[in-house]
């Protein structure tokens, strides 16, 4: 199994959390599950076998007591939600509806992933911090407020970390994806429509499922990835071009 002997911490249990720990599980790692609210990690911890924490991931304090209290970290992935505004243009939407996703993306992600980095680096080094989203092209004819741009703003925090971290062996990845097929809910409105334009983008006619997300994060995480740091891993189907 690609990590054994793993400890690997989750922040958050949407379907992309979930897919991701699942994989995680498999392949024989350790997995902390983190989020505000307990009740919705408990299924899924006693499905694959986690602890659980409530971690409020904005929190410095939380944050840093719930890293502290763990034998180790190997693995860090934060998925928590961006509580982003969608579908009102710039010049319509108030400051605080932008800045809402750029602020808690970037402190989330920076308090997540420093905070593995010092478990880490007192742990003897090693280990990955995954991060999700990317850079990407404005989508034409739909208004996403500051979520792109708060995505970009985690690359940068991204790239700054892998400069900093390599000299002790901590990696720094993110997963692109172009969107993932089945985390859209069937009840979504507009879902067939949706589905339809994603796979249309993408270049084998065949969008990321929730499973291609777990199979790559889990290569990712491993040792056999060891040498992949500073670096986007594409899974978009040709929907995204490097």
């Known amino acids: 199994m690609l990590l054994n002997d793993k400890h690997a911490v989750i922040y958050g249990a949407g379907d992309i959390g979930s897919a991701v720990a699942r994989a995680f599980a498999r392949e024989g790692a350790t997995v902390h599950l983190a989020g505000r609210n307990l009740a919705t990690l408990q299924p899924l911890a006693e499905e694959i076998g986690a602890s659980t924490a409530e971690v409020d991931v904005t929190d410095p ?13 190997d693995i860090s992935f934060n998925l928590v939600g961006a509580d982003d505004v969608q579908g009102t243009p710039l010049v319509d939407m108030r400051v605080d509806d932008f800045m809402q996703p750029i602020i808690k ?34 989508l034409r004819d739909y208004s996403i407020g500051g ?9 940068g925090l991204r790239k700054q970390l892998a400069s ?3 000299k002790h062996g901590i990696r720094t990845v993110t997963i692109r994806t172009g969107g993932i097929i089945d985390s859209i809910p069937e009840d979504f409105e507009g879902r067939d429509e949706i589905v339809q334009g994603l796979e249309a983008m993408t270049l084998t006619g065949r969008g990321a499922r929730l499973e291609d997300l777990g199979h790559v994060a889990a290569f990712v995480a491993s040792d056999k990835a060891r040498t992949m740091t500073a670096a986007t891993v594409n899974i978009s189907s040709g929907a995204l071009i490097d």
């Open 164 to 166: 900093e971290l390599g």
């Open 147 to 155: 979520f792109q741009i708060a995505l970009e703003a985690v690359e």
């Open 105 to 138: 993306l970037a402190r989330s992600q920076f308090l997540t992933a420093t905070a593995a980095a010092r478990s880490t680096i007192a742990h003897g080094g090693g280990g990955v911090i995954l991060f999700f989203g990317g850079s990407g092209d404005p």
């Open 61 to 73: 304090e939380a944050v840093a007591r719930f890293t502290e209290g763990l034998e180790r970290i």
